[in-house]
């Protein structure tokens, strides 16, 4: 299992249940999808995750913030996809 699929799978068990004001979407890097997030909402002028690894980073140092569940879907789906 690569290791992107193993971070979205971590990711996903994040519990955000009472952590709405915490709640924050990871980011597309690349350059045709830059200001949008992977879920699909615009990012103007809002604190993102930057890419995966950032979300998975935050979430193991015990950091408040945690990752939009949507955008963790929408990374498993394709990363799942892509390997099955
Ligand atoms: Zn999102």
Known sequence: MAPA???????SKVNTMGR??????IAHTHADKIGVA???R?????????DID?????VEQKQRLVPC????AAI????????S
């Open 5 to 11: 699929y193993n971070s979205c799978r971590k990711l």
């Open 20 to 25: 709405a004001e915490h709640i924050k979407c």
């Open 38 to 40: 992977w879920c699909g």
């Open 42 to 50: 615009r990012l103007v002028h809002e604190w993102a995750f930057v």
């Open 54 to 58: 950032h979300a998975v980073y935050t």
């Open 69 to 72: 569940q949507a955008c963790v």
């Open 76 to 83: 498993c789906q394709i990363l799942s996809n892509s390997e």
